[in-house]
């Protein structure tokens, strides 16, 4: 994760780690007070049905579910996401 300048008064950039195993994310790296109502906002844009965060005194980690593999497969061919608090 590498943090950069804080854009629109919102939270800094993030860079987090992602893996795409079947029809889910598993992201990494989290800020410790990212919750899933946050993590639901942008990935239901995508396509997500769901998503479950666990934290650990190493960070915070997320699971994110899709309908399936194509979705989570369109999801990742793209290079950026942004993530806008438009609610």
Do not use: W, Y
């Amino acid at each position: 994760r590498a943090p950069g300048p804080v854009t629109g008064g919102g939270r800094p950039n993030l860079h987090l780690d992602c893996h795409a195993l079947g029809d889910r994310l598993i992201l990494s790296g989290l800020p410790q007070d990212a919750d899933q109502a946050e993590l639901m906002r942008f990935f239901s844009k995508h396509g997500a049905t769901a998503a479950s965060v666990a934290q650990s005194r190493s960070g915070s980690f997320a699971s994110v579910a899709f309908p399936g593999m194509s979705e989570v497969a369109r999801f990742v061919a793209r290079s950026v996401h942004t993530f806008a608090d438009d609610k």
